[in-house]
C-alpha cells in the first residue's frame, strides 16, 4: 500500500510544479514583454536624441578635450620651462584648439564619404576594364551631371550598446567614349575607420545605349536592386537633365544675344 501512495503523492507533486512553472510563466511574459518595449523605447530616445542634439553633442565634447588638453600641455611645460602669462593663457590654448580641430577633420574623413572621390575612384577602374573600353570605345570622360544618395553614417543603438551604422553612398553618372554613351551606377560602403581613399565598391555597373544587358565591372544584379532599387530611381533624374541640356544651352545662347544687343537698342533709343 505504500508503493501506489508514493506514486500518488508524486503524480501530485508534478502537476503542482507544473501548475506553479505555468503561473510563473504567465505572470513572467507581461513582464519580458514590458521591458522589452521600454528597451526599445530608450533606444529610440536615444537615437531620437542624437540626430537632434548631434552638434552641440560634438562641439561639448570638442571644447572639452581642448581644455583638458590645454590644461595637460601647460601643466607639463610649466615643470620644465617659466612661462608668462600670456604665453600660458593663447599659446597652449591655441595649440590645444588647433590639435582638436585636427583630430575632428581626421574623423570625420574616416567616417564619411566623398562624392567627388567616389567619382574619381569609379573612372579611374572604368578606365582600366577592358570590357568597359570595348563597348564604349577608349578614352573614356564623364560630365558635371551626377546624382547620389547618401545612406546610413548616423548613431545606432544594439543591445544599448552605441555603434556608427555604415555610410552609403549611390551614385549615377552618364559616360562618354569614342564610340558610344553609357551610365555609370555605384554603390560604395565606407569601411569603418579606414582612410578617406578605401572604399568597398558593392556595385559598379555601365548600361550602356544599344547594348544589350549591363556591364558589372563590380556587384552584380542582385546589388543593383538593394534597396528596392533606390539606383534606378536615380536614373530619371539623370536622364531628364541629360536631355534637357541643349535647351539650356539654347536658352543661354538666347540670353547672351539678348544681352549683346540690349546696348544697341538703348544707343538707337536715346
Avoid at 546610413?152 to 543591445?159: A, E, K, S, T, Y
Wanted: with cysteine; charged share 25%.
Amino acid at each position: 500500500m505504500e508503493k501506489p501512495r508514493a506514486v500518488v503523492e508524486s503524480v501530485k507533486n508534478s502537476e503542482f510544479a507544473e501548475g506553479t512553472k505555468g503561473a510563473l510563466s504567465a505572470v513572467s511574459a507581461p513582464v519580458a514583454k514590458t521591458l522589452v518595449s521600454y528597451r526599445e523605447a530608450l533606444k529610440l530616445q536615444i537615437e531620437a536624441f542624437w540626430r537632434r542634439n548631434y552638434l552641440v553633442v560634438v562641439g561639448a565634447v570638442g571644447l572639452a578635450a581642448c581644455l583638458l588638453l590645454w590644461k595637460v600641455m601647460f601643466g607639463i611645460a610649466s615643470l620644465f620651462v617659466s612661462l608668462s602669462e600670456g604665453m600660458a593663457k593663447y599659446g597652449f590654448l591655441a595649440l590645444a584648439a588647433a590639435m582638436v580641430t585636427f583630430s575632428g577633420m581626421v574623423l570625420k574623413a574616416r567616417y564619411t564619404i566623398n562624392p567627388d572621390a567616389v567619382y574619381r575612384i569609379a573612372m579611374r577602374r572604368l578606365n582600366t576594364s577592358a570590357d568597359v573600353l570595348k563597348a564604349l570605345g577608349a578614352p573614356l570622360s564623364g560630365t558635371d551631371i551626377r546624382a547620389y544618395v547618401m545612406t546610413g553614417g548616423g548613431l545606432r543603438i544594439n543591445n544599448l550598446k552605441p555603434r556608427v551604422s555604415s555610410k552609403r553612398c549611390f551614385l549615377i553618372f552618364p559616360i562618354q567614349g569614342s564610340e558610344k554613351r553609357g551610365l555609370v551606377s555605384i554603390e560604395t560602403k565606407k569601411k569603418q575607420g579606414q582612410a578617406s581613399s578605401l572604399y568597398d565598391f558593392k556595385l559598379l555597373a555601365v548600361d550602356i545605349a544599344g547594348h544589350e544587358g549591363r556591364i558589372y565591372v563590380a556587384g552584380d544584379e542582385a546589388e543593383y536592386k538593394i534597396g528596392g532599387g533606390l539606383i534606378a530611381e536615380l536614373r530619371d533624374p539623370i536622364v531628364k537633365a541629360m536631355a534637357a541640356q541643349n535647351e539650356f544651352e539654347a536658352q543661354d545662347d538666347k540670353e547672351e544675344k539678348e544681352m549683346e544687343e540690349a546696348p544697341a537698342l538703348k544707343a538707337s533709343e536715346s
